[in-house]
């Protein structure tokens, strides 16, 4: 069975400095990557996804995220936060299954801003 | 109105209420899930439609039961349901390709408080 690690449960970044989220998975065939994000109160939102090909992929809202084979990871980076990217980040992981698509999601990290 | 609509937002009720949930896809997917989303936990995958049938019940308590009538609508029925039940119920949906994983577009959730 698949499953996500996201070891940093809580990082405070200043406004203006740059992020890095980190996301390590097992899975036993090629992954299909995800990360997502919510704001308070609200649903996810996908960030970017990985499927196959360029193993470094362009999101929204500035984001990227660099697929690592050879250390199960997908980090997420931003160079220069905003404050309005205060939330909390989930990776997940797509498993294939009798035709149906499962994700699996990490706990999530709450990303915190400060002035 | 576009993307994954869930109604109502938040709930109150008591444990011997009976109480629906209700989401609606306006993407054209075929798939639709139920999530419980609790603090300090993963996300937790409780039921999965593919082409309106249920292909994934992963233990979750009788007192939820699921129900879609067609490819836009999911409920979820609560009966008798107990305080740690208590937490954040996210809809999705995705499109099905057979096998292939696409990404899942989530509704906003609502919060259900058991008291």
């Known amino acids: 069975a698949q499953s996500v690690t996201q070891p940093d449960i809580h990082i405070t970044v200043s406004e203006g400095a740059s992020l890095e989220l980190r996301c390590n998975y097992s899975y036993g065939a090629t992954p299909y990557l995800f990360w997502y994000v919510q704001s308070p109160g609200q649903g996810l939102q996908l960030l970017l996804k990985y499927f196959s090909g360029d193993t470094l992929v362009q999101g929204i809202k500035g984001f990227e995220a660099e697929f690592k084979r050879s250390q199960s990871s997908f980090n997420l980076r931003k160079p220069s936060v905003h404050w309005s990217d205060a939330a909390e980040y989930f990776c997940a992981v797509g498993a294939q299954g009798f035709g149906n698509e499962k994700l699996t999601f990490g706990t999530g990290t709450r990303l915190t801003i400060i002035p | 109105e576009t993307g994954v609509t869930q109604t109502p937002r938040h709930l109150v009720m008591g444990m011997t209420n009976k109480k629906s949930l209700k989401c609606e896809q306006h993407?054209?997917?075929?798939?639709m899930y139920w999530y419980k989303q609790s603090a300090k936990k993963p996300l937790e995958l409780m039921f999965v439609?593919?082409?309106?049938?249920?292909?994934e019940n992963n233990s979750v308590p009788s007192r939820f039961s699921p129900e879609c009538p067609n490819s836009s609508h999911l409920f979820l029925h609560l009966h008798t349901l107990q305080p740690e039940d208590s937490a954040l119920y996210l809809c999705?949906?995705?499109?099905?390709?057979?096998?292939?994983?696409?990404?899942?577009?989530f509704g906003q959730g609502t919060r259900l408080t058991v008291v």
């Open positions: 439609y593919s082409l309106e049938e249920r292909v």
């Open positions: 999705a949906s995705s499109q099905d390709f057979g096998g292939r994983v696409s990404e899942a577009f």
């Open positions: 993407l054209g997917h075929n798939a």
